[in-house]
């Protein structure tokens, strides 16, 4: 069983940053891949990037290359999305998944095996 625990989020104006923060459970955190998705009102959930098991590899959606960052720290069992540039289009609740399989570039929910609950982003005009 994994538990991860979204924190981080809230209101922030257009052009500000946030930091999310994705803590884990479980000793073998290091070999997992590491994903956060978004879910806009009315709208599905969507990838955001992801972060490979030893942190080397990072991928990013479109919409947000550039502006968004995702590391991580084993040694803590945490993973990180680093939010810059914000955009109102960036207002969504945000979540963190684990691929226990440690695969490389999953974008699909369905390569993911647990979620955390959520954190809400608010970006303002």
């Known amino acids: 069983q994994v538990q991860l625990v979204e924190s981080g989020g809230g209101l922030v104006q257009a052009g500000g940053s946030l930091r999310l923060s994705c803590a884990a459970s479980?000793?073998?955190?290091?070999?997992?891949?590491m994903g956060w998705f978004r879910q806009a009102p009315g709208k599905e959930r969507e990838f955001v990037g992801s972060?490979?098991?030893?942190?080397?590899?990072?991928y990013y959606a479109d919409s947000v290359k550039g502006r968004f960052t995702i590391s991580r720290v084993n040694a803590k069992n945490t993973v990180y999305l680093q939010m810059n540039s914000l955009k109102p289009e960036d207002t969504a609740v945000y979540y963190c998944?684990?691929?226990?399989?440690?695969?490389?570039?999953?974008?699909?929910?369905?390569?993911?095996?647990?979620w955390g609950q959520g954190t809400q982003v608010t970006v303002s005009s």
């Open positions: 479980g000793r073998t955190f290091s070999d997992y891949t």
């Open positions: 998944a684990a691929d226990l399989f440690g695969r490389d570039n999953t974008r699909r929910e369905g390569g993911y095996d647990y």
């Open positions: 972060i490979s098991w030893s942190g080397w590899r990072t």
